[in-house]
């Protein structure tokens, strides 16, 4: 069964790569080619520096080209949450660096072609305006002013919203193929281990200065802990064509609810989120209420994808480990990779080019947990690791669960998956699963 198309892919051809054939010196090795990498390659190219980006498949093949590519740094109700927990500083730097990676994209969308549009973005909840209340409140005291509503253009009632206005939307990979020229990049070369800072792929070695991992879930578990701080949520997308699309760009606070957006005449509807490996709405929840709001709209395209979340919701950028001095990370993005991948780029190129950067704190990858989410994501794997089953992940051994909705294996404890036939589609795992049957359990 092949993964469906998302309408970025439908629409979208990349340039292709050849593969690591040799071994290589660089300056810098970024591993990854979805947004983050890219970014990070275009802008130490743009300070001079020889870098190369090598891609296990194909550029933009993972999260990337699966998103909704909403640029804001409106992100759900998280300006509230860390300034409980890391103070009015704390969220103030969050704004700031995600407002920067929006006036970047703005400057850079001047002059591509990607329909980038400014849009005003909304969260929005269905029965908790207090909610709402607290986050503006937290935003107001770092000086960003917000907009209530009682209600909005959507069908969904809800109780109440708070706009972000002067944020933006585009088509992720018609600007991706525009900040390629001059990248040097090997597709189809993935990864196998790293020593220091030399990278072993089935093609040949690259020796590099530094190291930076943007590839999605890290892969190296004895550095930074990432599977102890992280796991992975799934998410699906309609396109619908027939319904008037909306002019903002929407999300439910719940963090389970709906998410909207325009893609020309075409509403993108979000949601059905789980986390990956356990059960949840799917595109089956989303075509209900397709059904129920615009039962005269057509699906021109479906699709799901997974991204990596962070216990206190920011996301991890910056040094991997304080034990490998020459590694760096960008991951965890919480499903706002657009700006968070932006930030991270401008962030690692100063930490790379000057050796240091005045801002970026809140990112830090060896920031203090918060306790209860940690122990509660620790228990998670650890249920999946005790659970009987022969079927388990190449990563750290958790018991594999079938997923009948996507027709592959699934891993609830950091998000690993694999083809009924047992290869790789998502890390940490960082090889395929021998022990796959040729077909999936009986009846499913
Ligand atoms: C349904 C959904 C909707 C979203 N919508 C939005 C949105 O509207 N706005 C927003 O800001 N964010 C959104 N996001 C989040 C955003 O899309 C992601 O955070 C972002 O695309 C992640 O980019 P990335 O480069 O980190 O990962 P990826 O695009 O997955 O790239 C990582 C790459 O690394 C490669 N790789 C992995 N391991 C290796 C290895 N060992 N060797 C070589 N290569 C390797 C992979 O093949 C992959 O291509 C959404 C997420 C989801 C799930």
């Not at 010196?25 to 890219?38: Q, S, W």
């Not at 795992?429 to 999936?440: C, L, S, T, Y």
Request: aromatic share 8%; net charge positive; hydrophobic share 35%.
């Amino acid at each position: 069964m092949t993964a469906p198309k998302s309408l970025w892919h439908m629409e979208t051809d990349l340039p292709r790569f050849p593969s690591l054939e040799g071994d290589r010196n660089t300056d810098v090795l970024i591993i990854g080619g979805g947004l983050a990498g890219l970014l990070c390659a275009f802008q130490l190219h743009r300070a001079g520096v020889d870098c190369l980006v090598v891609e296990a498949t194909q550029i933009c093949g993972g999260v990337t080209g699966n998103t909704t590519a909403k640029i804001t740094a409106q992100h759900g109700l998280i300006y509230h949450k860390l300034t409980q927990w890391m103070g009015e500083e704390g969220a103030a730097e969050y704004l700031k660096a995600n407002q920067r990676a929006l006036t970047e994209y703005r400057a850079l969308c001047g002059n591509i072609d990607c329909s980038f549009e400014e849009r005003s973005a909304y969260v929005y909840t269905l029965d908790a305006p207090q909610k709402l209340r607290k986050e503006q409140q937290a935003l107001e005291a770092i000086s960003c002013p917000t907009i209530w509503h009682q209600s909005t253009e959507l069908p969904v009632p809800v109780a109440a919203a708070l706009e972000m206005p002067n944020q933006a939307q585009f088509r992720p990979l018609e600007f991706v193929r525009a900040i390629l020229p001059g990248l040097s990049i090997r597709e189809n070369t993935l990864v196998r281990r790293v020593d220091d800072t030399v990278a072993y792929t089935d093609g040949g070695v690259v020796r590099a200065k530094k190291v930076v991992f943007c590839t999605h879930f890290p892969f190296i578990d004895r550095r930074g802990c990432y599977f102890m701080k992280m796991y992975q949520d799934r998410s699906y997308v309609l396109a619908l064509e027939g319904v008037r699309p909306t002019e903002g760009m929407y999300i439910d606070e719940s963090g389970h609810g709906l998410s909207f957006r325009s893609a020309g005449d075409l509403l993108l509807l979000g949601g059905g989120s789980h986390r990956t490996g356990k059960q949840g709405g799917g595109w089956e929840e989303l075509r209900r209420t397709a059904r129920r709001y615009w039962p005269q709209s057509r699906e021109v395209a479906h699709w799901a994808t997974q991204d990596c979340m962070t216990l206190d919701g920011a996301p991890y950028i910056g040094a991997y480990s304080p034990a490998e001095p020459n590694w760096y990370v960008a991951t965890g993005f919480n499903k706002w990779g657009m700006t968070s991948s932006m930030a991270a780029s401008l962030l690692l190129r100063d930490l790379l080019v000057k050796g240091t950067a005045d801002w970026g704190h809140v990112f830090d990858p060896a920031r203090a947990m918060k306790p209860l989410p940690l122990a509660a994501n620790i228990v998670s794997s650890t249920v999946g690791l005790l659970t009987p089953s022969l079927r388990r992940c190449p990563h750290l051994g958790c018991a594999l669960k079938w997923n009948p909705r996507e027709h592959t294996w699934d891993c609830p404890c950091h998000g690993s998956r694999f083809t009924a036939e047992g290869r790789l589609l998502n890390s940490p795992a960082a090889k395929d699963w021998k022990g796959a049957p040729a077909r999936p359990p009986r009846g499913k």
